[in-house]
């Protein structure tokens, strides 16, 4: 749709576009453009990064002269706490004695022993976990306000509990924004 506004907008000059092969094309374009000032800036910089990151207390597994790599994942620790209120959780405990008997396959026990929905962790009926979830998905800067139905398709790919859908419509209501 933006291309075709743009085509709609552009439609009503009368212009050409030309195409000048290398040195007649005196302005410089993107893929020509030299790039050592950018390298010599990078690697002015590389030193009061590099003192960021070993602040962050990052290990680095391989670096040479020519430059470096380096990784950072962010995780936030709700799964954990998801996990240790699953240890808690009543309901989820009685499903676990479940799993034991075969009772429940459409529920899992992994290894670590978190307790899963069709692959979906289980969130615990814990009141905490459940808002800061649900805060999570709908004020975070990645999900801005999203409605009901968005919100719900984004968190039933990892997340499963009773009554997720109603909670969410709750949620949402109550969104003053």
Sequence with gaps: MRQRRWLDFLKD???????????TNVVADALRRNTSSLVAYMNIQRNSK???LVDLKLRFLSETNEGFLACLMVQSDLVERIKE?????????????????????EFLQI????ITFHNH?????????????????????????PGTTKMYRD???NYWWRGIKRD??????????
């Excluded at 979830?133 to 800067?141: D, N, V």
């Design 85 to 105: 209120g699953q240890k808690e959780d009543l309901y989820l405990q009685m499903i676990v004695k479940e799993i034991a008997q075969g009772a429940r396959p």
């Design 50 to 52: 590099m003192i960021e």
């Design 168 to 177: 969410i419509a709750e949620f949402v209501s109550k969104c003053l924004i």
């Design 13 to 23: 000059y009368d212009f050409k576009i030309n195409y000048h092969p290398r040195k």
């Design 111 to 114: 290894k670590d022993g978190s």
């Design 121 to 145: 962790l289980c969130v615990p009926e814990s009141h905490l976990v459940k808002i800061q979830l649900l805060e999570e998905a709908h004020r975070s800067k990645f999900n801005i306000h």
């Design 155 to 157: 968190l039933r790919q």
